[in-house]
């Protein structure tokens, strides 16, 4: 495994903690260098420190990936200062859920901004330096629920439903020049993703879920590891990842 990365570049959104964090412990261990995309600086700065102590290379950049000029700056600093860029895990994104009827609007907007622009913009600057390699990985982190519609969750599978055909369009257009996209969606995973959410969103959670036990961030970060190590000849589009007891 120390090898499979050896001499490439994954750069990382939402890096900051759950499967961000842990995929670039991953990578950084199977040999590539990082580079750590998150608005908590702090966070990333501590785990870039982390992976140097143990041996690895890893950049730590400030980034709100819904932010256009923000999402192209993490890219070519990463492209410039690791010298290429390999893959990109767009993994960044915000859970907010809730009835859509009188719900507070500014949380869909903060979903839209970071679960759809967050991809979109970091995918658009990554194309060019990809295509100059003619290779290159792009591995959009989704969920279930851009699988499962459910009520309660409309705007969130908007934003997932909206990235799994943004992935296969991108994947129809990309794949003659070597690049891969791969779609991946995880059930249920102990990570922060779910705490924003108002105190009644959070005990419906809880009653949902029941006696499910949730994934662990690293085993999504081993299902990324699996598909970006997989030969160039293979690409694994799309990967549906749930625990064992969860139902939908």
């Given at each position: ?17 759950g ?21 908590r600086?702090?966070?990333i700065?501590?785990?870039a ?15 709100d ?12 600093r990463?492209?410039?200062e ?5 893959v ?12 859509i ?9 903060r979903?839209?901004h970071?679960n ?10 990554a ?9 290159g ?38 794949t ?5 996209v791969t779609l ?17 969103i959070?005990e419906?959670?809880?009653?949902d ?5 949730r994934?662990?961030a ?9 598909t970006?190590?997989?030969p160039?000849?293979v690409?694994?589009n ?11």
């Amino acid at each position: 495994m120390a090898e499979e990365l050896s001499g490439k570049v994954v750069a990382i959104t939402g890096a900051s903690s759950g499967i961000g964090e842990a995929t670039a412990l991953a990578c950084s261990w199977a040999g590539a260098a990082v580079s750590l995309a998150a608005r908590r600086l702090d966070r990333i700065e501590e785990l870039a420190r982390r992976i140097k102590y143990e041996g690895g290379r890893a950049l730590a950049i400030e980034t709100d990936v819904g932010d256009e000029d923000q999402a192209n700056a993490f890219v070519e600093r990463t492209n410039e200062e690791l010298g290429r860029l390999d893959v990109l895990v767009n993994n960044a994104g915000v859970m907010l859920l809730g009835p859509i009827e009188n719900a507070p609007t500014e949380e869909w907007r903060r979903m839209i901004h970071a679960n759809v622009f967050g991809v979109i913009y970091c995918t658009h600057a990554a194309l060019p330096i990809m295509r100059a390699q003619s290779a290159g990985h792009i591995v959009n982190v989704s969920s279930v629920a851009g699988r499962v519609a459910r009520a309660g969750a409309g705007v969130y599978n908007l934003t997932k439903f909206g990235v799994g055909a943004f992935s296969e369009a991108l994947r129809q257009e990309v794949t003659a020049s070597g690049i891969r996209v791969t779609l991946v969606e995880p059930g249920a995973v102990a990570t922060e993703l779910g705490s924003h959410n108002r105190p009644e969103i959070l005990e419906a959670l809880r009653s949902d879920l029941g006696s499910v036990t949730r994934m662990d961030a690293g085993d999504i970060a081993n299902a990324i590891l699996y598909t970006i190590t997989a030969p160039e000849n293979v690409s694994v589009n799309e990967m549906l990842i749930r625990p064992t007891g969860q139902v939908r």
